[in-house]
């Protein structure tokens, strides 16, 4: 069965490119220059060149059109399906059975995110910061549900065969890194505020002047 004529066909890549142009808005605006080409041959303006002057015009207006610029990322939305991660992180975690160290750490760096990601002022901050949000995306939805993960399998094994360190003490450490990568986007956002703070100070300095 053959691909509907409006469909990219995926057996190949340059139907997609060609069909892309063909919407463009430098096609667009090359055909219409073209057109005026085709509107001054009708009224005798042009005469046998009429191919060179149309081609050319289409040629112009295609060069003159900006390039389009594709859409930029929607990090608010992204910070909503985040907040939803980190949810159903929660609920995993509270599956976990962790020593009193390690669940001491994981407490206070939950409680960190909780307050960045709950819904709110700072909430609405970090989604103008796509470098925080992707950090705390990956600590989330990779860094957290691993490190807990291999927590609960090397401990099994550990029991299988000990004498190797524990490895409470590896998750105790790598809880208190991701605790200090949650930090600097809590000195991120402090320092942006800071800024704004600042800046207002100065207008205001500047205005009464």
């Given at each position: 069965m053959s691909p509907a004529p409006d469909t990219p066909d995926p057996r190949n890549p340059g139907t997609g490119r060609v069909l892309r142009y063909l919407e463009s808005r430098k096609n667009v605006t090359g055909s219409l220059c073209g057109s005026a080409g085709l509107a001054l041959t009708f009224?005798?303006?042009?005469g046998w060149y009429w191919p060179?002057?149309?081609?050319?015009?289409?040629?112009?207006?295609?060069?003159?059109?900006?390039?389009?610029?594709?859409?930029?990322?929607?990090?608010?939305?992204?910070?909503?399906?985040?907040?939803?991660d980190f949810a159903e992180l929660r609920k995993y975690l509270a599956e976990v059975d962790m020593p009193p160290a390690a669940a001491g750490r994981l407490a206070e760096l939950i409680e960190l995110l909780s307050a960045l990601l709950d819904p709110g002022w700072i909430a609405e901050l970090l989604a103008y910061d796509p470098d925080s949000v992707h950090l705390l995306s990956r600590v989330v939805r990779q860094e957290i549900p691993e490190a807990a993960d291999a927590f609960v399998r090397t401990r099994w094994w550990n029991r299988l065969a000990p004498g190797t360190e524990p490895p409470e003490r590896h998750l105790e450490r790598q809880l208190s890194l991701l605790r200090d990568e949650a930090d600097q986007v809590t000195a991120s956002l402090r320092a942006a505020e800071a800024h704004r703070q600042e800046s207002l100070t100065r207008y205001l300095k500047d205005r009464d002047q």
């Open positions: 009224m005798g303006m042009v060179v002057v149309v081609a050319g015009l289409y040629v112009v207006g295609a060069l003159l059109t900006p390039p389009e610029r594709p859409s930029l990322p929607d990090f608010s939305t992204q910070l909503t399906h985040l907040t939803d």
